[in-house]
Protein backbone atom coordinates (compact mmCIF):
# COMPACT_ATOMS: atom_id res chain seq x y z
CA UNK A 1 0.00 0.00 0.00
CA UNK A 2 2.41 2.50 1.03
CA UNK A 3 4.65 1.71 -2.03
CA UNK A 4 1.52 1.93 -4.10
CA UNK A 5 0.66 5.68 -2.48
CA UNK A 6 4.71 6.42 -3.00
CA UNK A 7 4.47 5.74 -6.46
CA UNK A 8 1.79 7.59 -7.19
CA UNK A 9 2.90 10.45 -5.21
CA UNK A 10 5.81 10.45 -7.35
CA UNK A 11 3.54 10.50 -10.78
CA UNK A 12 1.99 13.39 -8.84
CA UNK A 13 5.29 14.95 -8.51
CA UNK A 14 6.32 13.97 -11.92
CA UNK A 15 3.46 15.15 -14.19
CA UNK A 16 3.35 18.74 -11.81
CA UNK A 17 7.21 19.31 -12.75
CA UNK A 18 6.75 18.68 -16.21
CA UNK A 19 3.53 21.10 -16.05
CA UNK A 20 5.44 23.73 -14.30
CA UNK A 21 8.50 23.32 -17.05
CA UNK A 22 5.85 23.88 -19.93
CA UNK A 23 4.24 26.76 -18.40
CA UNK A 24 8.35 27.94 -17.69
CA UNK A 25 9.04 26.98 -21.33
CA UNK A 26 5.50 28.81 -22.54
CA UNK A 27 6.12 31.85 -20.79
CA UNK A 28 9.07 32.51 -21.85
CA UNK A 29 8.64 31.78 -25.50
CA UNK A 30 6.07 34.53 -25.20
CA UNK A 31 7.99 36.86 -24.06
CA UNK A 32 11.04 36.30 -26.66
CA UNK A 33 8.09 36.54 -29.02
CA UNK A 34 7.27 39.69 -27.47
CA UNK A 35 10.38 40.69 -27.82
CA UNK A 36 11.14 40.81 -31.11
CA UNK A 37 8.36 43.54 -32.39
CA UNK A 38 9.47 45.73 -29.57
CA UNK A 39 13.44 45.55 -30.93
CA UNK A 40 12.11 45.68 -34.58
CA UNK A 41 10.13 48.97 -33.60
CA UNK A 42 12.91 50.41 -31.24
CA UNK A 43 15.41 49.38 -34.44
CA UNK A 44 13.03 51.28 -36.86
CA UNK A 45 12.58 54.53 -34.80
CA UNK A 46 16.60 54.50 -34.40
CA UNK A 47 16.70 53.91 -38.41
CA UNK A 48 14.31 57.22 -38.51
CA UNK A 49 15.92 58.72 -35.57
CA UNK A 50 19.32 58.60 -38.03
CA UNK A 51 17.87 59.39 -40.83
CA UNK A 52 16.05 62.71 -39.80
CA UNK A 53 19.47 63.75 -38.23
CA UNK A 54 20.81 62.96 -41.94
CA UNK A 55 18.51 65.27 -43.67
CA UNK A 56 19.26 68.00 -41.82
CA UNK A 57 22.88 68.09 -41.65
CA UNK A 58 22.67 67.73 -45.29
CA UNK A 59 20.14 70.52 -45.45
CA UNK A 60 22.36 72.66 -43.19
CA UNK A 61 25.20 71.51 -45.54
CA UNK A 62 23.41 73.03 -48.48
CA UNK A 63 22.38 75.93 -46.86
CA UNK A 64 26.00 76.36 -45.99
CA UNK A 65 27.55 75.96 -49.30
CA UNK A 66 24.49 78.57 -50.78
CA UNK A 67 25.42 81.38 -48.30
CA UNK A 68 29.14 80.86 -48.99
CA UNK A 69 28.85 81.16 -52.68
CA UNK A 70 26.21 84.42 -51.92
CA UNK A 71 28.93 86.10 -49.86
CA UNK A 72 30.41 88.84 -51.36
CA UNK A 73 34.08 90.35 -50.73
CA UNK A 74 34.30 94.35 -49.55
CA UNK A 75 33.01 96.81 -52.34
CA UNK A 76 32.10 94.14 -54.46
CA UNK A 77 27.66 94.74 -56.07
CA UNK A 78 25.48 91.97 -54.82
CA UNK A 79 23.02 91.05 -57.61
CA UNK A 80 20.25 93.04 -56.50
CA UNK A 81 22.59 96.31 -56.61
CA UNK A 82 23.73 95.25 -59.84
CA UNK A 83 20.16 94.97 -61.31
CA UNK A 84 19.44 98.45 -59.74
CA UNK A 85 22.66 100.47 -61.08
CA UNK A 86 22.38 102.96 -64.06
CA UNK A 87 23.20 101.97 -67.28
CA UNK A 88 26.38 103.25 -68.15
CA UNK A 89 27.68 103.23 -64.76
CA UNK A 90 30.41 101.56 -63.30
CA UNK A 91 29.83 97.97 -61.74
CA UNK A 92 32.25 95.61 -59.43
CA UNK A 93 30.56 91.66 -59.18
CA UNK A 94 31.72 88.62 -58.34
CA UNK A 95 30.49 85.92 -60.33
CA UNK A 96 31.02 82.49 -61.65
CA UNK A 97 32.39 81.28 -65.68
CA UNK A 98 29.18 78.99 -66.72
CA UNK A 99 30.56 79.06 -70.49
CA UNK A 100 32.35 80.69 -72.67
CA UNK A 101 30.91 82.06 -76.09
CA UNK A 102 33.84 83.31 -77.94
CA UNK A 103 37.42 84.38 -77.83
CA UNK A 104 39.00 86.50 -80.32
CA UNK A 105 41.57 89.54 -80.44
CA UNK A 106 42.45 88.62 -76.72
CA UNK A 107 38.99 88.94 -75.61
CA UNK A 108 36.51 86.62 -74.54
CA UNK A 109 32.69 87.07 -74.56
CA UNK A 110 31.20 84.79 -71.10
CA UNK A 111 28.07 83.63 -69.81
CA UNK A 112 28.19 83.73 -65.98
CA UNK A 113 26.06 83.60 -63.17
CA UNK A 114 25.98 83.39 -58.92
CA UNK A 115 23.53 82.10 -56.61
CA UNK A 116 21.39 85.76 -57.05
CA UNK A 117 21.32 85.91 -60.93
CA UNK A 118 23.66 86.03 -64.13
CA UNK A 119 25.84 88.41 -65.69
CA UNK A 120 27.13 88.75 -69.54
CA UNK A 121 30.30 89.93 -69.88
CA UNK A 122 31.07 90.73 -73.32
CA UNK A 123 33.87 91.36 -75.18
CA UNK A 124 36.13 91.39 -71.05
CA UNK A 125 40.14 91.66 -72.36
CA UNK A 126 41.44 88.39 -71.73
CA UNK A 127 44.42 86.49 -72.65
CA UNK A 128 44.48 82.82 -74.46
CA UNK A 129 46.17 81.94 -71.26
CA UNK A 130 43.53 83.01 -69.31
CA UNK A 131 40.71 82.28 -70.98
CA UNK A 132 41.63 78.70 -70.90
CA UNK A 133 41.74 79.03 -67.31
CA UNK A 134 38.05 80.13 -67.41
CA UNK A 135 36.51 76.97 -66.87
CA UNK A 136 33.00 76.38 -65.39
CA UNK A 137 32.42 77.01 -61.95
CA UNK A 138 35.56 79.53 -61.95
CA UNK A 139 35.01 82.25 -59.71
CA UNK A 140 36.27 85.82 -61.12
CA UNK A 141 35.81 89.68 -59.81
CA UNK A 142 34.96 91.24 -62.49
CA UNK A 143 35.02 95.58 -62.89
CA UNK A 144 33.17 97.28 -65.80
CA UNK A 145 30.03 99.47 -66.95
CA UNK A 146 27.07 98.44 -67.32
CA UNK A 147 25.32 98.38 -71.12
CA UNK A 148 22.83 97.67 -73.08
CA UNK A 149 22.28 96.49 -76.08
CA UNK A 150 18.92 95.80 -78.22
CA UNK A 151 17.59 95.06 -74.66
CA UNK A 152 20.44 92.85 -73.56
CA UNK A 153 22.14 93.78 -70.85
CA UNK A 154 25.83 93.45 -70.07
CA UNK A 155 28.95 94.17 -68.82
CA UNK A 156 31.39 96.12 -71.26
CA UNK A 157 35.37 97.79 -71.16
CA UNK A 158 36.01 95.45 -68.00
CA UNK A 159 38.76 93.61 -66.36
CA UNK A 160 39.23 90.79 -64.21
CA UNK A 161 40.81 88.79 -61.78
CA UNK A 162 40.45 85.04 -61.75
CA UNK A 163 39.75 84.46 -57.02
CA UNK A 164 40.72 81.20 -55.45
CA UNK A 165 37.92 79.11 -53.23
CA UNK A 166 34.73 78.08 -54.01
CA UNK A 167 33.30 77.10 -56.99
CA UNK A 168 29.44 77.46 -58.20
CA UNK A 169 27.94 75.80 -61.60
CA UNK A 170 24.05 76.84 -62.12
CA UNK A 171 21.15 73.61 -62.50
CA UNK A 172 19.16 75.02 -65.29
CA UNK A 173 15.58 76.80 -64.01
CA UNK A 174 12.79 75.90 -65.17
CA UNK A 175 11.28 79.77 -66.79
CA UNK A 176 8.77 78.07 -69.42
CA UNK A 177 5.85 79.43 -67.56
CA UNK A 178 7.68 82.81 -67.69
CA UNK A 179 7.79 82.77 -71.47
CA UNK A 180 5.91 85.73 -72.61
CA UNK A 181 5.30 87.21 -69.37
CA UNK A 182 6.76 90.68 -68.09
CA UNK A 183 8.60 88.48 -65.39
CA UNK A 184 11.08 86.75 -67.91
CA UNK A 185 13.19 88.87 -68.29
CA UNK A 186 14.03 89.58 -64.57
CA UNK A 187 16.01 86.17 -65.01
CA UNK A 188 18.07 87.10 -68.29
CA UNK A 189 20.98 85.58 -68.95
CA UNK A 190 20.27 82.90 -66.29
CA UNK A 191 20.81 79.34 -67.39
CA UNK A 192 17.17 78.22 -68.02
CA UNK A 193 15.13 75.20 -68.95
CA UNK A 194 12.33 75.19 -71.28
CA UNK A 195 10.17 72.08 -70.99
CA UNK A 196 7.52 70.11 -73.19
CA UNK A 197 7.38 72.57 -76.02
CA UNK A 198 6.26 72.18 -79.55
CA UNK A 199 8.32 72.35 -82.61
CA UNK A 200 7.09 74.55 -85.35
CA UNK A 201 7.32 75.01 -88.48
CA UNK A 202 9.74 77.95 -89.96
CA UNK A 203 9.36 79.39 -93.48
CA UNK A 204 12.79 78.92 -95.55
CA UNK A 205 14.43 81.59 -98.43
CA UNK A 206 12.29 78.94 -101.13
CA UNK A 207 8.99 79.72 -98.87
CA UNK A 208 9.48 76.36 -97.82
CA UNK A 209 8.31 75.05 -94.16
CA UNK A 210 11.15 73.49 -92.50
CA UNK A 211 12.20 72.98 -88.61
CA UNK A 212 14.91 75.53 -88.46
CA UNK A 213 17.04 78.02 -90.68
CA UNK A 214 20.55 78.82 -91.03
CA UNK A 215 20.78 82.25 -89.93
CA UNK A 216 17.47 84.08 -89.19
CA UNK A 217 15.81 84.47 -92.73
CA UNK A 218 17.44 81.12 -93.90
CA UNK A 219 19.79 82.86 -95.81
CA UNK A 220 23.02 80.55 -94.37
CA UNK A 221 24.53 77.33 -94.57
CA UNK A 222 25.82 74.89 -91.76
CA UNK A 223 27.67 76.20 -89.60
CA UNK A 224 25.82 79.37 -88.53
CA UNK A 225 23.42 79.82 -86.12
CA UNK A 226 20.33 77.92 -86.20
CA UNK A 227 17.34 79.71 -85.44
CA UNK A 228 13.84 77.30 -84.66
CA UNK A 229 9.89 78.13 -83.54
CA UNK A 230 8.57 76.14 -80.42
CA UNK A 231 5.52 77.05 -78.71
CA UNK A 232 3.99 76.68 -75.68
CA UNK A 233 0.44 77.15 -74.20
CA UNK A 234 -0.64 78.60 -77.59
CA UNK A 235 2.79 80.59 -78.08
CA UNK A 236 5.47 80.54 -80.49
CA UNK A 237 9.22 81.70 -79.62
CA UNK A 238 12.60 81.67 -81.77
CA UNK A 239 15.51 80.41 -79.56
CA UNK A 240 18.74 80.56 -81.35
CA UNK A 241 21.86 77.90 -81.33
CA UNK A 242 24.62 80.45 -80.99
CA UNK A 243 27.21 78.87 -83.23
CA UNK A 244 29.91 80.55 -81.33
CA UNK A 245 29.04 78.98 -78.40
CA UNK A 246 27.90 75.32 -79.67
CA UNK A 247 29.46 74.89 -82.99
CA UNK A 248 28.40 72.88 -85.67
CA UNK A 249 30.02 69.41 -84.55
CA UNK A 250 27.94 69.85 -81.25
CA UNK A 251 25.49 67.80 -79.84
CA UNK A 252 22.80 70.55 -79.42
CA UNK A 253 23.59 71.43 -83.66
CA UNK A 254 23.06 68.15 -84.97
CA UNK A 255 20.30 67.67 -82.35
CA UNK A 256 18.38 71.13 -83.87
CA UNK A 257 19.59 69.93 -87.37
CA UNK A 258 17.58 66.58 -86.79
CA UNK A 259 14.37 68.10 -85.61
CA UNK A 260 10.45 67.75 -87.25
CA UNK A 261 7.93 69.91 -86.94
CA UNK A 262 5.27 68.34 -83.97
CA UNK A 263 7.74 67.07 -82.15
CA UNK A 264 7.49 67.63 -78.00
CA UNK A 265 11.25 69.06 -76.41
CA UNK A 266 12.78 69.44 -73.59
CA UNK A 267 16.07 72.16 -73.38
CA UNK A 268 18.55 73.82 -71.64
CA UNK A 269 20.11 77.01 -72.64
CA UNK A 270 21.12 80.17 -71.46
CA UNK A 271 18.78 83.02 -71.37
CA UNK A 272 20.02 85.71 -73.96
CA UNK A 273 18.01 88.47 -75.05
CA UNK A 274 17.79 90.54 -78.20
CA UNK A 275 14.48 92.13 -78.80
CA UNK A 276 13.01 89.93 -76.65
CA UNK A 277 13.61 86.80 -75.09
CA UNK A 278 16.20 85.16 -77.28
CA UNK A 279 17.48 81.91 -75.40
CA UNK A 280 20.83 80.55 -76.47
CA UNK A 281 19.53 76.73 -76.41
CA UNK A 282 23.00 74.66 -75.29
CA UNK A 283 20.33 71.05 -74.79
CA UNK A 284 17.10 69.43 -76.54
CA UNK A 285 15.86 66.29 -75.97
CA UNK A 286 13.12 65.02 -77.97
CA UNK A 287 9.96 63.30 -75.69
Do not use: R
Not at 15 to 33: P, R, Y
Not at 192 to 209: H, I, L
Request: aromatic fraction near 10%.
Amino acid sequence: MKKTLAVALTAVLALSAAGCGKETATNTAGEAASAVPEAAQEAASVAAEAAEEAASTAEEVVEEAVTETAAKGEGVMTYEEYAAAELDSEVVVETYVQAKQSWWEDKATIYTQDADGAYFIYEMPCSEEDYNKLVPGTKIKVTGYKSEWSGEVEIVDSTFEIEEGDTFVATPEDVTELLGTDDLVKKQNIFAAFKGMTVEPSTDADGNEVAFLYKWDGSGSEGDDLYFNVSVNGQTYNFTVESYLCDKDSDVYKAVQALEVGQTVDMEGFLYWYEGANPHITSVTVK
